[in-house]
């Protein structure tokens, strides 16, 4: 996570701005990641890129500081089969492996594994380097 946003940092500025100010929403902030990577997408890194997408998608909800109650809602709750969640939108590396995006943002859910850090975190340690730099 934090060196994919050191590489749009320098690669990508207008993104990383975007993000940095919370101007994206979700679709735009999956065609943006989309527009790094469609190249490079392959059965080798294709699982990586849904995690990479996930994390972003999370980190970047938990920064727009809407409060619990208004958080946005990547996914919800089978009505159908009541253990079981299902996402309301889908991955943009491939929308055929979605389930893999909604078991990575299952995972995050909570404390304790980071799930409730905010991407502000790694755009205040990038913005912190730059600062430092002699």
Do not use: W
């Not at 979605?98 to 340690?125: A, C, H, T, W």
């Amino acid at each position: 996570m934090y060196l994919f946003l050191i590489f749009i940092k320098f690669k990508r500025i207008d993104f990383y701005n975007a993000l940095k100010s919370h101007r994206l929403n979700i679709q735009n902030l999956q065609e943006s990641i989309f527009e790094i990577v469609e190249n490079k997408i392959n059965s080798n890194n294709e699982h990586q890129l849904i995690v990479l997408e996930a994390y972003l998608l999370n980190h970047y909800c938990n920064s727009l500081n809407l409060g619990h109650q208004n958080k946005i809602i990547l996914y919800e709750a089978d009505g159908n089969i009541p253990t079981q969640n299902k996402l309301l939108i889908s991955s943009i590396i491939n929308k055929n492996k979605s389930i893999d995006l909604l078991r990575v943002l299952e995972s995050l859910e909570g404390r304790r594994n980071g799930g409730d850090i905010e991407l502000n975190y790694f755009i205040n340690k990038i913005e912190l380097l730059e600062e430092l730099q002699f």
